[in-house]
C-alpha cells in the first residue's frame, strides 16, 4: 500500500488525488490549510444565483477538463458562454473585439478591419505579417517582444496584452510564451506566421505540424468555424466540480481534511516522509505539493534549498474580484446594451479596473431577466493600488469606472469583494526550465515529493488538472526509493 499525501486542495491537488483514488495500492489523503476545498475555485450565493467569485469557465479546447467532468459524470451539465462577443476599453470608448482572435492574434482581416481596433496602418502589420522573414524561435522569450516583432506595438497593445496579459493579471513584455500562449510559441518555433499559427489553432484547437511554406499566401482568408465553444462552464458554478471531486474521493475511501496546513515536512530515513500539521503528524511515502510556489518553498527549503529558493522567486499579482448586482439597467445614450461577455481594458489607460465581465450576458443560467450581474476584476502584476484600497474605496473607484465606460451610476443592489492575494503567477522567459531543474533537483533530494499546480503548469484549469494527474503518477512511481 502506498500512502500518497497531497498538499493542498485546489484543483490540482483534487485532480491528483482523484487520478490516484480508485488505485487498491494507493491511499490517499488530501490536506487542506483553508475550511474549505477548492482553492481558487469559489462559488457563492449571490444575488440568487450561483455566481463563481474566481474562475468562471475553462477552455474547452484542451481535452483535461472536460474529461474529468466526464469521469465524474458532469459533462452532460457543462454549458458555453450565451455570447461570443466581447469588449475593450481604449481611450475612453468601448469597441468590438473582432471575431477570431486566438489569445489575442487575429485570424479574420475583415473582421479585424470592421472591428476598428487598429488604426489603418495596424491593420496592414497584420495582413503583411505572413509574408514577413524571421527568425526561428529559440528557446523562451517574452510574449510581448515576439508579438511586436511579428504584428506590431498596436496588435500587442490593444489585442494581445489585453487578452494574454488580462490571463494571467500580467505583462507581456514580462510573460514567457511558451507558458502563456504555448500555441504561438509552437508556430514562432517553426518559423511560422504567428497569424497562420491562430488561425490553426482556431480551427484544429492546435498547432499540429505548423506548416512553413507560408509566403506568398493571402495572410489568413477563411472566416473558417472553429470546433465546438472555446470556454466550458457548469451552471451551477465550478464551485460543483469541487463538490463532485471531494464527494467521488470520500466515496472511493480518500482521506480529505480541511482546516489541515502542512506545516512542516521531513524525510523519515529509509522511506517515506513525515508531515506535519497543527493537528498532528501524517505519515507518507509520497507527497504531492500542490500549493502556489511561496506555501511550497518554505516546506522544501531545509531539504532541497535550490528547489525552494526558484520557488520562493517566482513572483505573483494579487487582484480582487468584485461582484455587483443592479436593476435592469436603461439601455439609452449612455448605457449601452450589454450585448457580449463584457470587455477588457488595455494597460496603460490608468484604470484600476483590468475587466468587466457581464456575467448575466455572458452565461444564460445567470440571466433572471430582471437584474444585471457584473464581475469587474481589478489589479495586475506591477500595480499595487488594489491592495492599497480597503473595500469600500476599491467598490467606490470601480463604481466611477463603471460610470465612464458603461454609463452606470445607479447604486448596486448588491456587491461582493473577493480578493485574491498572490494568486497569478508571473512566469518569466524560461520557467519551464527553471521547474525542470527544480524537479530535478527534488528527485534526487527528495524521491516522492512532485510539484503540481499553476506555479508549474500555468494558471488555465485544465493545465492545473493535467500537472495534478501527471505528479499523481510521478509520485507513485518512486515510492521505494530512500530520501537522500
Ligand atoms: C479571480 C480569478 C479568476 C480566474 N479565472 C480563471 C478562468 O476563468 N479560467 C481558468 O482556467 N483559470 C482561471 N483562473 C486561474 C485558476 O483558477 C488557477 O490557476 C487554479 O485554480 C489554480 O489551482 P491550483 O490547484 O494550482 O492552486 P490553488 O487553487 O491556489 O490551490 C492551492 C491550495 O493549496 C492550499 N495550501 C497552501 N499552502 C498549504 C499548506 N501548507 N498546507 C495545506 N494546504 C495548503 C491553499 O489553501 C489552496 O487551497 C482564475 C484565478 C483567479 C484568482
Given at each position: 500500500?502506498?500512502?500518497?499525501?497531497?498538499?493542498?486542495?485546489?484543483?490540482?491537488?483534487?485532480?491528483?488525488?482523484?487520478?490516484?483514488?480508485?488505485?487498491?495500492?494507493?491511499?490517499?489523503?488530501?490536506?487542506?490549510?483553508?475550511?474549505?476545498?477548492?482553492?481558487?475555485?469559489?462559488?457563492?450565493?449571490?444575488?440568487?444565483?450561483?455566481?463563481?467569485?474566481?474562475?468562471?469557465?475553462f477552455l474547452a479546447r484542451r481535452p483535461e477538463a472536460v474529461e474529468l467532468c466526464r469521469e465524474l459524470g458532469l459533462d452532460g451539465e457543462l454549458v458555453p458562454p450565451a455570447t461570443s462577443t466581447a469588449y475593450v476599453w481604449r481611450r475612453g470608448r468601448l469597441r468590438r473585439l473582432p471575431a477570431g482572435l486566438v489569445l489575442g492574434v487575429p485570424t479574420r482581416l475583415g473582421s479585424l478591419a470592421r472591428s476598428r481596433v487598429?488604426?489603418?496602418?495596424?491593420?496592414?502589420?497584420?495582413?503583411?505579417?505572413?509574408?514577413?522573414?524571421?527568425?526561428?524561435?529559440?528557446?523562451?522569450?517574452?510574449?510581448?517582444?515576439?508579438?511586436?516583432?511579428?504584428?506590431?506595438?498596436?496588435?500587442?497593445?490593444?489585442?494581445?496584452?489585453?487578452?494574454?496579459?488580462?490571463?494571467?493579471?500580467?505583462?507581456?513584455d514580462q510573460l514567457s510564451i511558451e507558458m502563456t500562449a504555448p500555441s504561438l510559441a509552437t508556430a514562432a518555433r517553426a518559423g511560422c506566421s504567428l497569424v497562420r499559427g491562430a488561425a490553426r489553432v482556431a480551427r484544429a484547437g492546435s498547432v499540429p505540424g505548423c506548416p512553413t511554406a507560408h509566403r506568398g499566401r493571402p495572410a489568413v482568408g477563411a472566416d473558417e468555424p472553429a470546433q465546438g465553444p472555446v470556454f466550458l462552464t457548469l451552471p451551477g458554478g465550478l464551485g460543483c466540480l469541487v463538490e463532485a471531486l471531494e464527494f467521488r474521493l470520500v466515496g472511493a475511501g480518500?482521506?480529505?481534511?480541511?482546516?489541515?496546513?502542512?506545516?512542516?515536512?521531513?524525510?523519515?530515513?529509509?522511506?517515506?516522509?513525515?508531515?506535519?500539521?497543527?493537528?498532528?503528524?501524517?505519515?507518507a511515502d509520497a507527497v504531492v505539493?500542490?500549493?502556489?510556489?511561496?506555501?511550497?518553498?518554505?516546506?522544501?527549503?531545509?531539504?532541497?534549498?535550490?528547489?525552494?529558493?526558484?520557488?520562493?522567486?517566482?513572483?505573483?499579482?494579487?487582484?480582487?474580484?468584485?461582484?455587483?448586482?443592479?436593476?435592469?439597467?436603461?439601455?439609452?445614450?449612455?448605457?449601452?446594451?450589454?450585448?457580449?461577455?463584457?470587455?477588457l481594458v488595455a494597460r496603460g489607460e490608468g484604470r484600476l479596473m483590468t475587466a468587466c465581465s457581464w456575467a448575466s450576458s455572458k452565461w444564460s443560467h445567470l440571466d433572471r431577466g430582471d437584474q444585471v450581474v457584473l464581475r469587474v476584476s481589478a489589479g495586475r502584476a506591477g500595480d499595487a493600488?488594489?491592495?492599497?484600497?480597503?473595500?469600500?474605496?476599491?467598490?467606490?473607484?470601480?463604481?466611477?469606472?463603471?460610470?465612464?465606460?458603461?454609463?452606470?451610476?445607479?447604486?448596486?443592489?448588491?456587491?461582493?469583494?473577493?480578493?485574491?492575494?498572490?494568486?497569478?503567477?508571473?512566469?518569466?522567459?524560461?520557467?519551464r526550465p527553471r521547474m525542470t531543474a527544480t524537479e530535478a533537483e527534488l528527485r534526487r533530494r527528495l524521491p516522492g515529493v512532485v510539484l503540481a499546480g499553476a506555479a508549474l503548469a500555468g494558471v488555465g484549469l485544465p493545465a492545473c488538472i493535467a500537472s495534478g494527474r501527471r505528479a499523481a503518477e510521478l509520485a507513485t512511481a518512486v515510492p521505494e526509493q530512500a530520501p537522500g
Amino acid at each position: 500500500m502506498i500512502r500518497v499525501a497531497v498538499v493542498g486542495g485546489g484543483i490540482a491537488g483534487l485532480a491528483a488525488a482523484h487520478h490516484l483514488a480508485d488505485r487498491p495500492d494507493v491511499r490517499v489523503t488530501v490536506c487542506e490549510a483553508a475550511a474549505r476545498l477548492g482553492g481558487k475555485i469559489r462559488t457563492e450565493d449571490f444575488a440568487d444565483v450561483s455566481l463563481d467569485l474566481g474562475p468562471d469557465a475553462f477552455l474547452a479546447r484542451r481535452p483535461e477538463a472536460v474529461e474529468l467532468c466526464r469521469e465524474l459524470g458532469l459533462d452532460g451539465e457543462l454549458v458555453p458562454p450565451a455570447t461570443s462577443t466581447a469588449y475593450v476599453w481604449r481611450r475612453g470608448r468601448l469597441r468590438r473585439l473582432p471575431a477570431g482572435l486566438v489569445l489575442g492574434v487575429p485570424t479574420r482581416l475583415g473582421s479585424l478591419a470592421r472591428s476598428r481596433v487598429l488604426s489603418p496602418w495596424g491593420w496592414s502589420r497584420v495582413a503583411l505579417e505572413p509574408l514577413l522573414p524571421g527568425r526561428k524561435l529559440r528557446g523562451d522569450e517574452a510574449l510581448g517582444a515576439v508579438v511586436r516583432r511579428r504584428l506590431g506595438n498596436e496588435a500587442h497593445h490593444r489585442l494581445v496584452d489585453p487578452l494574454v496579459g488580462g490571463i494571467n493579471a500580467g505583462d507581456t513584455d514580462q510573460l514567457s510564451i511558451e507558458m502563456t500562449a504555448p500555441s504561438l510559441a509552437t508556430a514562432a518555433r517553426a518559423g511560422c506566421s504567428l497569424v497562420r499559427g491562430a488561425a490553426r489553432v482556431a480551427r484544429a484547437g492546435s498547432v499540429p505540424g505548423c506548416p512553413t511554406a507560408h509566403r506568398g499566401r493571402p495572410a489568413v482568408g477563411a472566416d473558417e468555424p472553429a470546433q465546438g465553444p472555446v470556454f466550458l462552464t457548469l451552471p451551477g458554478g465550478l464551485g460543483c466540480l469541487v463538490e463532485a471531486l471531494e464527494f467521488r474521493l470520500v466515496g472511493a475511501g480518500a482521506e480529505v481534511r480541511t482546516g489541515a496546513p502542512v506545516t512542516v515536512l521531513e524525510p523519515t530515513g529509509r522511506r517515506g516522509y513525515r508531515l506535519h500539521l497543527e493537528t498532528g503528524v501524517l505519515e507518507a511515502d509520497a507527497v504531492v505539493l500542490a500549493t502556489p510556489a511561496h506555501d511550497a518553498a518554505p516546506l522544501l527549503a531545509p531539504h532541497a534549498p535550490g528547489s525552494a529558493a526558484t520557488l520562493a522567486s517566482l513572483g505573483y499579482a494579487s487582484v480582487a474580484l468584485v461582484a455587483l448586482a443592479f436593476p435592469p439597467l436603461p439601455v439609452g445614450a449612455r448605457v449601452p446594451p450589454l450585448d457580449g461577455s463584457g470587455f477588457l481594458v488595455a494597460r496603460g489607460e490608468g484604470r484600476l479596473m483590468t475587466a468587466c465581465s457581464w456575467a448575466s450576458s455572458k452565461w444564460s443560467h445567470l440571466d433572471r431577466g430582471d437584474q444585471v450581474v457584473l464581475r469587474v476584476s481589478a489589479g495586475r502584476a506591477g500595480d499595487a493600488r488594489v491592495e492599497a484600497l480597503d473595500d469600500d474605496a476599491l467598490v467606490d473607484r470601480l463604481r466611477l469606472e463603471l460610470g465612464e465606460s458603461l454609463g452606470i451610476t445607479v447604486a448596486p443592489s448588491q456587491v461582493r469583494v473577493a480578493r485574491w492575494t498572490r494568486a497569478f503567477p508571473q512566469y518569466a522567459p524560461g520557467h519551464r526550465p527553471r521547474m525542470t531543474a527544480t524537479e530535478a533537483e527534488l528527485r534526487r533530494r527528495l524521491p516522492g515529493v512532485v510539484l503540481a499546480g499553476a506555479a508549474l503548469a500555468g494558471v488555465g484549469l485544465p493545465a492545473c488538472i493535467a500537472s495534478g494527474r501527471r505528479a499523481a503518477e510521478l509520485a507513485t512511481a518512486v515510492p521505494e526509493q530512500a530520501p537522500g
